[in-house]
């Protein structure tokens, strides 16, 4: 055997250990990033079943005091708001809630519905403190559907939460229901109002703040003007998440 060929034998000696240590490299790294997965996963299931726990119990917390709740808002309710026609409580549900008298308390479909029923806006005010979107926003859901729904029928939910919708501040002082916001905006009684000035009450509700009559009329004229729109059947919302309106904006 020459020179030449007794150095590439040699040279194929030496590469082989070389390619095993580095098989075994990628081998011990592997079963490393394996390890590494494997606990992540664990720590994520962990993290997951302690939230499900936690969500459980503030949803048993709930039913414990949803109807006690709902009857002192209901003990609460100014008369004017029993004076409601049916007409105008229809016009109400078909804008803030169109599934309402069925759903359960959620509606994750409704072109325009959004993320807010009409459950879920009496939830806020008489389950949380001060309800901030994020994980309180998974409890209102819940609460929802498995503790306001079974707790009242759909009217008292509807008039519980009609005494209680936010409608602002003015004067330094938060403006709570229907009747109070009638009087605030309007300086009447909310069965003296007229049907465009109720709907300007219920275009409120989304950004009383941003859209009362008094400091902010031509945006809170717009967006009852999209109401309007919407009630006579001119136009549709663009998805689920279009609780502005923005389908109706040019029929407005």
Known sequence: MGTGAMKAVRGRRNEAPKRWELNARHANGGSHMVRWFRIAARVLMAA???????????????????????????????PQVE????ARLDMLVAIEDPTF??????????????????????????LFDDFTPGFEKIELILASKFAITPAASKPE?????????????????????????????????????TDEEFLSLIAMLIAPNALDPLRHEAKNAER????????AGTCTPKNWGDVWLEGCKERG
């Open 48 to 78: 997951f079943l302690i939230f499900a726990a936690y969500e459980a119990w503030r949803v048993l917390e709930a039913q414990k005091i949803a109807r006690a709740r709902i009857e002192a808002a209901l003990a609460a309710q100014d």
């Open 83 to 86: 004076k409601l026609s049916k």
């Open 101 to 126: 008298w069925a759903n359960d308390g959620t509606d994750f479909s409704t072109p325009g519905q959004g993320w807010t029923t009409i459950t879920q806006s009496l939830g806020k005010r008489i």
């Open 157 to 193: 939910i509807l008039s519980a939460a009609l005494a209680t919708a936010y409608l602002g501040h003015k004067d330094g002082r938060p403006v709570i229901g229907l009747a109070e916001g009638a009087r605030a905006w309007w300086g009447r009684e909310l069965d003296q109002l």
């Open 224 to 231: 009852t003007a999209r109401l309007k729109a919407l009630l």
